[in-house]
């Protein structure tokens, strides 16, 4: 599975941003998809997930409420909406597949990676 991620860019506090990231491979739809981010000086951080069905989604605490992940099978497509984005928002935004349990989902043991898309929010 090749992931490319796009969407990313400088948006004032308060404003909104959507990440797609698009998948390659006839199986994308047999794999949960995650959202990480990594701001400068810091580790990588889960952001949000979603199981390959669409039916469960998780959230760190940080943007629960903020944001919504969502996919489209038939567009080999994951979604990031982020509204009221905030200046600690601000980050490279990594997405992933993984076909792992939801403790490796979280913990970032994730079987593909994309190149990632920065997100800068201003205050």
């Known amino acids: 599975v090749q992931l490319q991620a796009s969407g990313g860019g400088l948006v004032q506090a308060g404003g909104s941003l959507r990440l797609s990231c698009a998948a390659s491979?006839?199986?994308?739809?047999?794999?949960?998809m995650g959202w990480f981010r990594q701001a400068p000086g810091k580790e990588r951080d889960f952001v949000a997930a979603?199981?390959?069905?669409?039916?469960?989604?998780y959230y760190a605490d940080s943007v629960k409420g903020r944001f919504t992940i969502s996919r489209d099978s038939a567009k080999n497509t994951v979604y990031l909406q982020m509204d009221s984005l905030k200046p600690e928002d601000t980050a490279v935004y990594y997405c992933?597949?993984?076909?792992?349990?939801?403790?490796?989902?979280?913990?970032?043991?994730?079987?593909?990676w994309g190149k990632g898309t920065q997100v800068t929010v201003s205050s």
């Open positions: 979603i199981s390959w069905s669409g039916g469960y989604t």
């Open positions: 992933a597949a993984g076909s792992g349990s939801y403790y490796e989902t979280l913990s970032g043991f994730m079987d593909y």
């Open positions: 491979g006839r199986t994308f739809s047999s794999y949960d």
